[in-house]
């Protein structure tokens, strides 16, 4: 007869293993073509830039002159109305931050400061989504309106859902559905039950019986077993 308590440590690590080696928000395979990447002066008006990074590609709208609208969230926008502050460009912290405050906007930067050091493709969406990209001038002039503060959701309202709309008149963004894609994985393996209603059990007994340790350990289990 197995171990319960092996059982649990093997999931754990098998989860944690999914999860680092897993890119979750990259949209890009493995070994980009370098061919793929293009030079600032071979961007057009209304192009799609795409800085393909380790867990994430960041998108934006190229609308000339080296400038480039994207949305990127930023908590310093709730806490200041100041400009000269929250134009500087926006460091890790800033944005990690925008992410877990549900802040962002969509910003003007050069295209430096949004690449950010990292090579750069130009309208790979169009042939990842296989749609029909509006006319350039019209995907610059909609970035252009969109300027401004904005809500931010990982799932609902990142970079990805502004450059599809500007682009191709939808919000979409395969990156997360990927997500979504990888979290309903682990959600539905029912050893995920077994391995939450051990730690909340552990929990309690270490920490004691209250609200903060009990619900958890009985409403997490419930309703992993109801989603699988």
Not at 66 to 75: E, F, G, T
Not at 140 to 152: P, Q
Request: charged fraction near 20%; hydrophobic fraction near 45%.
């Amino acid at each position: 007869m197995k171990n319960p308590m092996l059982e649990v440590v093997s999931l754990l690590l098998e989860k944690l293993l999914l999860i680092s080696n897993l890119k979750f928000f990259s949209s890009s395979s493995p070994g980009e073509d370098k061919s793929n990447f293009y030079e600032i002066h071979s961007f057009k008006r209304g192009d799609v830039l795409e800085v393909p990074r380790t867990h994430l590609t960041h998108y934006g709208i190229y609308l000339g002159d080296n400038r480039v609208a994207h949305l990127m969230p930023d908590i310093l926008l709730a806490l200041t109305d100041d400009q000269g502050l929250t134009q500087k460009v926006v460091s890790n912290k800033r944005l990690i931050l925008g992410v877990i405050g549900k802040v962002a906007s969509i910003r003007v930067d050069t295209v430096e400061d949004f690449s950010y050091g990292g090579d750069i493709l130009v309208n790979h969406l169009d042939e990842a989504l296989q749609k029909k990209a509006l006319v350039n001038e019209e995907v610059a002039r909609r970035a252009e309106k969109l300027l401004g503060v904005t809500s931010y959701s990982l799932l609902w309202n990142n970079c990805e859902h502004f450059v599809t709309y500007c682009r191709y008149g939808i919000r979409i963004s395969p990156q997360a559905d990927k997500f979504c894609e990888n979290v309903k994985i682990i959600i539905r393996d029912q050893r995920s039950v077994l391995a939450s209603a051990v730690l909340g059990l552990a929990s309690i007994v270490y920490l004691g019986m209250a609200s903060y340790t009990t619900l958890p350990a009985i409403f997490i289990p419930f309703f992993l077993w109801m989603a699988g």
